[in-house]
């Protein structure tokens, strides 16, 4: 991790992942909390390749996990629901006639027309009339037997409203069309698993560092004992090294439109933790910022005894800073519209 940017002109800044300056790529805005799940709290010191690098191979992770979808679910935020499914995931269904074949939609799953072992053919009710529909009406058999087209849509007709007067589990026998269909018993029942598990350590690894970054800039990368663990386990080295990653317990019975990121350090260690929705919770520690780095922050807004910094963002509305004091105290430090 070379963190030493040597540009041969007056430069403005250099990203905080590969190093290299303005005169040497172009820049675009990070997201420090994905922006696919709502994170608006954003970065200027990292390049277009390294954004797009990281958003490809780290922050799209965050969709790997289902408890991400329920709370996008929940809450009504718009994703793209059929892409982010059948890219990542495996849709399994569940009958009382056994395992069904499900396809994930815009708008919800849908059960396919499945053939059974007895022979016959499992069609979910919305279309099952369809599908009987388009077969009846091309069946040459019944024209051979003598049934004119206006015939066969009257007994179609008698036969549909026969099956949807059916109970579960009922056979509906219809001899003038050769049709018999199968009332089919309960509901299927909707499994969702990620093919595979996610790496999200790298994503809070992620978080942590740009946000430490945020609101120490500089001061953060000389804390190298801080900075390098984090760095090197965004880029997926875990062997030897010291920063730990925790999935929390849920915090609350259910998601709510907030994220929140939180620095703590005390007992010679950092901890960065981090709340999705009010409910998915991870903790980042690793060993002890530099006194100076607290002291900086402290330093712009007066505060001595700063201990932390909680920043707090509604989805649908203001980004928020408190510091945190020695005692405990949460004093507001301003926000961003």
């Known amino acids: 991790m070379n963190t030493e940017a040597q540009p041969t002109e007056q ?16 820049f675009s805005e990070e997201h420090i909390i994905p922006q696919s799940i709502g994170g608006r709290l954003v970065l200027d010191q990292v390049c277009k390749e390294c954004n797009d690098q990281l958003g490809h191979q780290v922050d799209v992770d965050i969709l790997k996990i289902p408890e ?69 009406m091309r069946d040459e058999r019944l024209i051979e037997a003598g049934l004119t087209p206006a015939q066969i849509q009257a007994e179609l007709k008698n036969l549909i409203r026969a099956y949807n007067q059916s109970n579960p589990g ?38 942590a560092y740009e946000f430490l970054f ?22 997926g080295e875990t062997d030897d090294n010291p920063a730990y990653f925790l999935r929390l317990d849920p915090l609350s019975n259910e998601f709510v439109p907030i994220h929140t990121i939180e620095l703590h350090t005390h007992r010679g260690m950092t901890e960065v933790y981090i709340l999705l929705f009010g409910r998915i919770g991870y903790r980042v520690t690793t060993m002890a910022l ?27 509305g203001e980004l928020g800073f408190h510091a945190i004091t020695a005692d405990g105290e949460y004093i507001w430090l301003g926000q961003k519209e």
Not at 85 to 111: C, H, M
Not at 290 to 316: A, E, T
Request: net charge positive; charged share 25%.
């Open 11 to 26: 430069h403005t800044k250099a990203c905080i992942f590969c190093f290299r300056t303005d005169l040497e790529t172009e």
């Open 68 to 136: 991400i979808l329920k709370a996008l679910e929940f809450l009504n935020i718009p994703y793209n629901r059929e892409g982010i499914l059948r890219s990542y995931y495996d849709v399994q269904g569940k009958s009382p006639e056994g395992p069904r074949n499900i396809r994930a939609t815009a708008s919800g799953f849908e059960p396919l027309p499945q053939q059974m072992p007895d022979g016959s053919l499992l069609t979910p009710d919305d279309r099952a009339i369809e599908d009987l529909t388009r077969r009846v």
């Open 170 to 207: 009922d056979v509906i026998d219809w001899p003038a069309l050769g049709v018999k269909l199968v009332r089919r018993q309960g509901k299927t029942t909707i499994r969702i698993q990620s093919r595979k598990t996610p790496q999200i350590h790298r994503l809070m690894a992620k978080i």
């Open 214 to 235: 945020f609101i120490g800039w500089r001061e953060f990368l000389i804390n190298r004992q801080v900075a390098e663990p984090l760095f090197n386990a965004i880029q």
């Open 290 to 316: 530099l006194p100076d780095y607290l002291k900086f922050i402290g330093d712009q807004y007066g505060i001595d005894d700063i201990i932390g910094i909680h920043f707090q963002q509604r989805l649908d």
